[in-house]
């Protein structure tokens, strides 16, 4: 059997970058491995799961590209399963119910508190005859589920940390479950992980004592233990966990900002993993082909937002202009898109400018209307009105010229020329480079003229020149 690897979030929170970052390398260990990735809901906390959160996971799952295999299990319809596994663990008496309140759990821990102890629960119901129990349960005093935890230590051979040992004394008796039918997360996470054939658990470090609490678990219930592998934290820029200040929410709302699921997926990798030679841009496929979890680093790795609008910026830059366009969609208004002819033409200039999509419209809006400028952005320095109308003038004179099929970057320049021998390049460059764009700052005229075309370019040259005219005779 190949390996299988399972993403297992629980919709209590918006997926997050941390977890946009395990489940993508669970996905490149089991592409690379040409294995099995699996999509576990663990919604067993019902008061806060939502559907909300489930619908956040699954649908920045589909954004990044990361493809489950078979269907979503979700550990709220698996209950009886639980149930099961829950019943044989205290019928072997390798679990029992607890029924000590909070009170006295609260008084228990501060007696090994001052004792300088590590508090922990003192095993007191495991020691309940059982029609004590049976009583009690019968009474319906309330009650939980602990596993009877074995005096070891516990030793696993973590794939990226190493060998790992854990006393396991010091956790006391865990709660694995409140009821048959409440099971808790390391119990429901062990029972799942055998049906589901999980050969390969990958998760944040911040899992790590979980480990040992499950591989006693999985022992147990006679089930074979798996291979571990623990992530490292991703810290902020100021070195503590990563927060809301640095990264956002959800990553859906990288999408929302106008990232990139290429970029994105780049980024996320080169969080703790890297390859060979240290390269920054690899594709997908490069990844799936190099990735390897001894390559990933115990070490925490940082978040770095300039690398990732970096990284976006650059395969925003090279996207084939078909699919621009399409990925640019929901950052446009609809009108735009009818102009497709106009919209290519636009690309090239404004790409180079951007780093996430959602800046495109604010760069772009003057190639789809005519923008709204004062007059005096057309004079380039200390000039005066009346020279920059002599020399749009004759701006719009020599373009008349060129054919309308001939109209582009070179033609133009050479039709200039002699302006700029006349006037000098400012003069001429600035104002039909105001003329065309509104702005202060914009592409060069010439990539300009050359995206607008002659009908246009002119159009424009005459619009600034009334401008002026109109300003002067209201004067
Ligand atoms: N539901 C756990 C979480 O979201 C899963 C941990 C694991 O992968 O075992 O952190």
Redesign the pocket.
């Known amino acids: 059997m190949g390996v299988r690897v399972?993403?297992?979030?629980?919709p209590t929170g918006f997926f997050s970058l941390g977890?946009a970052r395990?489940a993508l390398f669970n996905w490149l260990f089991a592409r690379h491995e040409g294995g099995e990735f699996l999509l576990r809901i663990?919604d067993t906390d019902k008061e806060r799961s939502t559907k909300e959160f489930e619908e956040d996971v699954i649908a920045g799952l589909r954004w990044i590209g990361l493809d489950w295999d078979g269907s979503i299990t979700r550990q709220s319809e698996r209950l009886d399963l639980y149930e099961k596994y829950l019943r044989q663990l205290v019928a072997e008496r390798k679990a029992y119910h607890c029924f000590c309140t909070e009170e006295e759990l609260e008084a228990e821990y501060q007696g090994f508190l001052s004792q300088g102890l590590i508090p922990k629960y003192s095993g007191k119901c495991s020691h309940l005859k059982e029609e004590e129990v049976q009583t009690k349960l019968k009474s319906g005093l309330p009650s939980v589920i602990r596993i009877v935890m074995p005096s070891k230590t516990a030793v696993f051979n973590d794939i990226i940390r190493g060998k790992i040992e854990f006393k396991t004394e010091l956790f006391g008796d865990i709660i694995i479950a409140k009821g048959f039918r409440s099971p808790l997360?390391n119990f429901a996470?062990v029972v799942d992980d055998f049906e589901m054939q999980v050969t390969d658990?990958i998760?944040?470090e911040?899992?790590l004592s979980?480990t040992p609490k499950q591989m006693i678990i999985q022992e147990a219930l006679g089930f074979p233990s798996v291979h571990y592998a623990h992530l490292p934290l991703i810290l902020g820029p100021d070195r503590k966990k990563l927060s809301k200040r640095y990264a956002a929410a959800s990553i859906n709302d990288f999408r929302r900002e106008g990232y990139i699921p290429e970029a994105m997926v780049n980024f996320l990798a080169l969080l703790g993993w890297h390859p060979e030679r240290d390269r920054e841009v690899l594709s997908r496929a490069e990844i799936v082909s190099e990735f390897s979890l001894k390559r990933v680093q115990k070490a925490s790795a940082v978040y770095n937002e300039e690398k990732l609008n970096w990284l976006n910026a650059n395969y925003l830059k090279n996207m084939d202009a078909n699919k621009f366009i399409e990925v640019l969609k929901p950052f446009v208004p609809g009108e735009w898109l009818l102009e497709k002819d106009l919209l290519h033409r636009a690309l090239p200039l404004v790409r180079e400018r951007i780093t996430k999509l959602s800046e495109f419209s604010g760069l772009a809006d003057y190639f789809f209307s005519v923008p709204e400028y004062a007059k005096e952005l057309l004079i380039w320095k200390e000039g005066t009105l009346e020279r920059t109308t002599e020399s749009l003038r004759e701006i719009a004179e020599s373009l008349e010229k060129i054919s309308a099929r001939q109209f582009n970057k070179e033609a133009v320049q050479s039709a200039l020329d002699p302006l700029t021998l006349k006037f000098g390049r400012g003069e001429v460059y600035w104002p039909l480079r105001a003329a065309l764009s509104g702005r202060v700052a914009s592409p060069g005229p010439l990539e300009l003229t050359e995206a607008f075309g002659k009908t246009e370019t002119l159009s424009r040259i005459m619009l600034a020149l009334e401008k002026i005219k109109s300003s002067e005779s209201m004067v």
């Open positions: 399972r993403f297992a979030p629980s977890n395990t663990e997360y996470a658990v998760r944040g911040d899992h979980n």
